[in-house]
């Protein structure tokens, strides 16, 4: 199994530009999670999808869309990049209780 | 919505020497309380996690303590090794249903020094 598994590793951005950060997992988990991780601030919510077809807000959704579409595929849209959005973000899924996550994708907006 | 705080920030201990870390949440309704450990450059894993209906569970050498009336769980590492440096971090959730919305704190950076 290869449990959570994000897309692309790392990536640079133009401010103004978009992207979409790919998120899989083959647990079968009901719940996935975008979290982004700066420095001393440990892992903010950005989305969370509880079950297929369902998502909401976290702590810091602004400048963010997801689709959560399917049960194995939770995405994060970047529409407009912007400088603050420099951040690493890790998808992850849970089914009870554990969330597991991707090894997460280092973006840069410059 | 529930806010965790989480001291210190970094830890320095001897090898061997006892190792611990505080977390306060906000929201009564919490039930879940995970601890995840990053290594540099790596995802947080879970190390240990408990619920609101128990007050303590040890690991071999890590434990963690739950009191609910005063809003805190702590995280304890005994005869701490080398292999312990990296950043920890607490988390509390209402578990509902099969998922669970973690809120995180900021983290501790642990370093164990031979």
């Known amino acids: 199994n290869a449990g959570v598994t994000q897309t692309p590793k790392f990536q640079v951005l133009k401010t103004g530009q978009s992207m979409t950060l790919q998120c899989a997992q083959d647990?079968?988990?009901?719940?996935m999670y975008w979290y982004r991780q700066d420095p001393g601030m440990g892992l903010r919510l950005i989305y969370y999808?509880?079950?297929?077809?369902?998502?909401d807000k976290g702590e810091v959704p602004n400048g963010y869309n997801v689709s959560r579409l399917n049960k194995r595929e939770f995405s994060l849209r970047l529409e407009s990049a912007a400088p603050s959005q420099t951040s690493v973000y890790f998808c992850?899924?849970?089914?009870?209780?554990?969330?597991?996550f991707g090894q997460g994708t280092r973006l840069t907006v410059v | 919505g529930e806010n965790v705080e989480q001291h210190p920030s970094t830890l320095s201990v001897q090898e061997g020497d006892s190792a611990v870390i505080k977390c306060t949440y906000s929201?009564?309704?919490?039930?879940?309380f995970p601890w995840y450990k990053q290594e540099l450059g790596k995802r947080p894993q879970l190390i240990i996690d408990?619920?609101?209906?128990?007050g303590e569970k040890k690991d071999q050498r890590i434990a963690v303590t739950l009191n609910k009336t005063a809003k805190h769980f702590s995280l304890h590492i005994t005869e701490t090794q080398p292999e312990d440096s990296a950043v920890y971090f607490c988390?509390?959730?209402?578990?509902?249903?099969?998922?669970?919305?973690?809120?995180f704190g900021a983290g501790t950076r642990l370093a164990v020094h031979p």
């Open positions: 992850a899924s849970s089914a009870t209780a554990e969330a597991f």
């Open positions: 647990m079968n988990h009901n719940s």
């Open positions: 999808s509880a079950s297929e077809g369902t998502t």
């Open positions: 929201d009564s309704a919490s039930n879940y």
């Open positions: 408990i619920r609101s209906n128990v």
């Open positions: 988390a509390a959730s209402i578990g509902s249903g099969g998922y669970n919305k973690l809120i």
